[in-house]
């Protein structure tokens, strides 16, 4: 059985060229030998709708495409930002787009993926928001508008989040271990794999009187890109340069 690869908050804009350069050798180097590659949202750092196509989209979505059709195959959950990654993305690209939270096997540990936003529970208010963000009836009078209207929207909306303005850990709450373990306990999982906080780490407790783990994957920079590889070894934590 080939590697699983996870990564998430790549942030990828067109602002940011050096980051989409060392994702697309990722993928070159890395999940074009593994079986399965599982991006867990924030992939983008703005996605306004599948039908802007303004570069570097349609350079990623190639990159992303010959992975999927090279025999990777490819899951991708919604993050916050890139929540209206839709059909024709999906078609695009040759990915699943995975529900947040999603239960999978990994080499036959059974781990929950998520994002992460939905774990980060004391922020109310931006909860309230993600709500209203995510209704139908938003999404339909978001993507009826013109590309530039949504951009526009777009813009103002991240002036004034306080999580969009800024990427810095510090300004994005951390996860309710509650929640957490809700969550987890709800699933019938011991393994947690997610994003968003962009503080790295293992957190080792105990639930259900066993021991439990969740791994939070690093947001990428220019020159590093945190990723989790997983085989018949083990789970390792690693960075691509
Ligand atoms: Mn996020």
Same mark, same amino acid.
């Given at each position: 059985?080939?590697?699983?690869?996870?990564?998430? $908050?790549?942030?990828?804009? *067109?602002?940011?060229?050096?980051?989409?350069?060392? %994702?697309?050798?990722?993928?070159?180097?890395? =999940?074009?030998? =593994?079986?399965?590659?599982?991006?867990?949202?924030?992939? %983008?750092?703005?996605?306004?709708?599948?039908?802007?196509?303004? +570069? +570097?989209?349609?350079?990623?979505?190639?990159?992303?495409?010959?992975?999927?059709?090279?025999?990777?195959?490819?899951?991708?959950?919604?993050?916050?930002? $890139?929540?209206?990654?839709?059909?024709?993305?999906?078609?695009?690209?040759?990915?699943?787009?995975?529900?947040?939270?999603?239960?999978?096997?990994?080499?036959?540990? +059974?781990?929950?993926?998520?994002?992460?936003?939905?774990?980060?529970?004391? $922020?109310?208010?931006?909860?309230?928001?993600?709500?209203?963000?995510?209704?139908?009836?938003?999404?339909?009078? %978001?993507?009826? *508008?013109?590309?530039?209207?949504?951009?526009?929207?777009?813009? &103002?909306? *991240?002036?004034?989040?306080? &999580?969009?303005?800024?990427?810095? +850990?510090?300004?994005?709450?951390?996860?309710?271990?509650?929640?957490?373990?809700?969550?987890?306990?709800?699933?019938?999982?011991?393994?947690?794999?997610?994003?968003?906080?962009?503080?790295?780490?293992?957190?080792? %407790?105990?639930? &259900?009187?066993?021991?439990?783990?969740?791994?939070?994957?690093?947001?990428?920079?220019?020159?590093?890109?945190?990723?989790?590889?997983?085989?018949?070894?083990?789970?390792? @934590?690693?960075?691509? @340069?």
């Amino acid at each position: 059985m080939q590697d699983i690869l996870i990564i998430s $908050d790549l942030h990828l804009s *067109r602002d940011r060229p050096a980051t989409i350069n060392l %994702f697309l050798r990722f993928l070159e180097e890395q =999940a074009k030998s =593994a079986g399965h590659l599982y991006i867990l949202g924030d992939l %983008f750092d703005a996605w306004i709708g599948d039908d802007d196509i303004t +570069p +570097p989209v349609p350079h990623i979505l190639t990159a992303l495409q010959d992975l999927s059709t090279k025999g990777c195959a490819l899951s991708i959950m919604h993050g916050n930002r $890139d929540f209206l990654l839709g059909k024709a993305f999906a078609e695009a690209t040759g990915c699943n787009l995975l529900p947040d939270p999603a239960t999978v096997d990994l080499f036959g540990t +059974p781990t929950l993926l998520m994002h992460g936003d939905l774990l980060c529970s004391d $922020d109310e208010e931006y909860l309230q928001a993600r709500k209203l963000l995510r209704s139908e009836a938003f999404i339909a009078d %978001f993507l009826a *508008r013109s590309i530039e209207e949504r951009q526009l929207l777009a813009a &103002e909306y *991240r002036q004034r989040s306080g &999580e969009v303005v800024s990427l810095k +850990p510090a300004d994005i709450m951390d996860v309710n271990q509650r929640t957490v373990e809700g969550y987890m306990r709800e699933q019938g999982v011991q393994q947690l794999i997610h994003g968003h906080t962009h503080r790295p780490a293992l957190h080792q %407790f105990e639930l &259900e009187g066993m021991p439990a783990r969740r791994y939070v994957l690093k947001d990428w920079h220019e020159t590093a890109g945190s990723y989790i590889r997983i085989n018949s070894e083990g789970i390792t @934590q690693a960075t691509f @340069q």
